[in-house]
């Protein structure tokens, strides 16, 4: 009776971990494509820079850099934020690796040699995909280590932390700055940095999500159509500016 009682357990716990896994996949999926966007935009951003730099004739430091760059800012500092939000009703790259850390057995060495040789039909070594998983486990051991993703929790939060207090309290908040100590103000360095830090944890645990495969360039291969647009003036010679008032809020009638 015992027996069958323990039997009963484990197979509980196995379909539990395996639907745990499941929604973990499907967590991290919804993260590819705001990381991917966060490296669209600066690739991007990158490419209007490049065309400043290399036309003399365009006064640096004017009010149109100056908006874009704020638009630039405010959309990445935003989207770090988001892939890297505490809130437990979020889906993001920090709480799937908070995930990861808390439930690792979810995670399964087995599993991850089954998908690569049923991609493979079973022609790979052995060895070789011992090796993949190993990324995140210690050698030989069935299931992922937590111990190996906090080292890349705390990795990223040493990068993102500053960059989300400052979001925090200048853009999805205005902090009382008459009670409580600004916020130190983000460099350009610094948003890099971040950036740079979500997407390397993509790429990284995409190879667990997608055991075998590896995620390459994540900034996408953009149609150089879109810079057409700065190949003419937006300005017609006979355009006038619109009325003030068309920009104030719509009054509904009483």
Not at 31 to 54: N, P, Q, S, Y
Request: proline share 5%; glycine share 6%; net charge negative.
């Amino acid at each position: 009776m015992a027996g069958t009682h323990r039997h009963l357990m484990a197979s509980f716990s196995r379909v539990r971990a395996e639907d745990d896994w499941q929604r973990w996949c499907a967590r991290f999926d919804q993260t590819e494509k705001g990381v991917l966007r966060l490296f669209h935009d600066r690739g991007i951003w990158r490419t209007i820079l490049a065309m400043l730099d290399d036309n003399p004739e365009v006064h640096r430091g004017s009010f149109g850099e100056h908006w874009l760059g704020w638009c630039y800012t405010t959309t990445q500092l935003i989207a770090v934020r988001r892939e890297c939000d505490d809130d437990d009703n979020s889906a993001g790259i920090l709480r799937s690796l908070k995930a990861l850390a808390s439930t690792p057995r979810m995670a399964t060495r087995s599993w991850y040699i089954q998908q690569i040789n049923q991609r493979e039909h079973g022609d790979l070594d052995p060895g070789q995909s011992d090796a993949g998983f190993n990324m995140f486990a210690a050698a030989s051991a069935p299931f992922i280590s937590a111990a190996l993703v906090q080292q890349d929790i705390d990795s990223l939060s040493a990068v993102i932390t500053k960059v989300n207090t400052f979001t925090t309290k200048n853009l999805a908040h205005r902090d009382d700055i008459t009670s409580r100590v600004p916020a130190p103000a983000v460099t350009w360095g610094e948003l890099d940095s971040a950036i740079d830090a979500v997407g390397n944890i993509q790429k990284k645990y995409y190879r667990l999500r997608h055991p075998g495969e590896s995620l390459g360039a994540l900034t996408p291969l953009i149609s150089p159509g879109w810079i057409q647009m700065f190949g003419a003036a937006w300005m017609r010679p006979e355009f006038t500016m619109p009325d003030d008032l068309s920009f104030e809020p719509h009054t509904c009638p009483d």
